[in-house]
């Protein structure tokens, strides 16, 4: 059973950073795609950022391309989400994802993916 711990969210003033980590368990990653949303109230579950876990590729949603980086650690088990240059619009609860695949597209879509963590919170004051 595949288990996502996320952490690192929390206050920071716009043109701040913030890294959240995803901490995986319960599988080997390797086929995997791993990714970030977002959900900010009242809105719909977007897509951040996605890597396979196998090459390293990885795709951004254009509100984020050039701030935001995705990587992952293979020996700690961890996807992180790096994010710079923040902005208020970036606030929402932030929730990393798994789905087991072969392919080498990243789906933006929330139910591509089986697997969620519980969230951690990201707020940014102008």
């Known amino acids: 059973q595949v288990q996502l711990v996320e952490s690192g969210g929390g206050l920071v003033q716009a043109g701040g950073s913030l890294r959240l980590s995803c901490a995986a368990s319960g599988r080997t990653f390797t086929y995997y795609h791993m990714a970030w949303f977002c959900q900010a109230p009242g809105k719909e579950r977007q897509f951040v950022a996605g890597i396979r876990w196998s090459r390293g590729n990885t795709y951004y949603t254009d509100s984020v391309k050039d701030r935001f980086t995705i990587s992952r650690d293979s020996a700690e088990n961890t996807v992180y989400l790096q994010m710079n240059s923040l902005k208020p619009e970036d606030t929402a609860v932030y929730f990393c994802?798994?789905?087991?695949?072969?392919?080498?597209?990243?789906?933006?879509?929330?139910?591509?993916?089986?697997?969620w963590g519980q969230g951690t919170q990201v707020t940014v004051s102008s």
């Open positions: 994802a798994a789905r087991a695949s072969f392919s080498i597209v990243i789906p933006t879509t929330s139910s591509a993916y089986d697997n």
